[in-house]
């Protein structure tokens, strides 16, 4: 049984009535909200001016939604899946309609949600056109990454993949460049000329990217540091690359 997706707290609700009132299907299945926090004159606001139907229920019953540790603010929504998530076929066909370089962002099995969350948030400040993130072995769409990336995931498409070796191979059939981003890559970030399709290559927080994956890059980048710094965390390096990657094509 598919485990449910329940989004927390009030900015990444905001989000996703935003991301739907620019043109993306409602995320929202079900909204959940404490007594306390429909009085609250904002959300009250929120809920009225968008028509949103929604349940009372304790504050016990969201925890068990969202768990106790969650900063929830007394209101939760369960999501729906089918719009959490798009396909590759439909981010390549945007892509060869765009008639400016296109980004993807590509994770290799990344675990810690909060990182998950924070590169989101990035692609989404540095005009990123795709999240790819593998079915397996890799932290999916949760209220934590949600929260943690302010309710970006409802602004980029998320695609989920199979075999991320073929996915590459598929990209760069389709005029994509890739790189890897690793401590150790032999092109330094600031040599690097962005001037076509890009894909980005993210590897997991402990392993880094995969022996097979990364010699499938067409660049493993690294990133200059003061040599009293050992490395950047994925999310950090992810989104220096980003910049870098935004500096020359927005």
């Not at 369960?78 to 076929?89: A, F, G, H, R």
């Not at 994509?176 to 076509?196: I, R, S």
Request: net charge negative.
């Amino acid at each position: 049984m598919t485990e449910k997706t329940y989004l927390y707290g009030k900015n990444p609700l905001k989000e996703a009535i935003l991301a739907h009132k620019r043109g993306a299907s409602f995320a929202i299945e079900k909204l959940f909200i404490t007594k306390q926090t429909e009085n609250d004159a904002e959300i009250s606001s929120l809920i009225q001016t968008n028509k949103l139907d929604y349940d009372v229920v304790t504050r016990d019953e969201i925890e068990n939604f969202v768990g106790r540790d969650t900063v929830h603010q007394g209101i939760c929504a369960l999501l729906n899946e089918k719009v959490l998530y798009t396909t590759l076929d439909e981010v390549l066909a945007k892509a060869k309609n765009k008639s400016t370089n296109s980004l993807f962002v590509l994770l290799d099995e990344l675990k810690d949600p909060h990182n998950v969350g924070a590169i989101i948030r990035s692609s989404v400040a540095f005009g990123a056109d795709a999240i790819l993130m593998p079915e397996h072995n890799q932290t999916q769409i949760t209220g934590t990454v949600i929260k943690t990336s302010a309710g970006m995931n409802f602004s980029i498409p998320i695609v989920r993949i199979g075999n991320i070796n073929t996915v590459l191979e598929k990209l760069k059939q389709n005029t994509f460049w890739t790189y890897g981003l690793t401590g150790d890559g032999d092109t330094n970030l600031n040599d690097v000329k962005f001037d076509t399709n890009t894909v980005i290559v993210i590897g997991s927080e402990g392993e880094g990217i995969r022996t097979k994956t990364l010699e499938l890059c067409d660049f493993k980048l690294s990133i200059k540091i003061d040599n009293k710094c050992e490395s950047l965390n994925a999310s950090n390096a992810t989104a220096v690359a980003l910049y870098e990657w935004s500096k020359q094509n927005n």
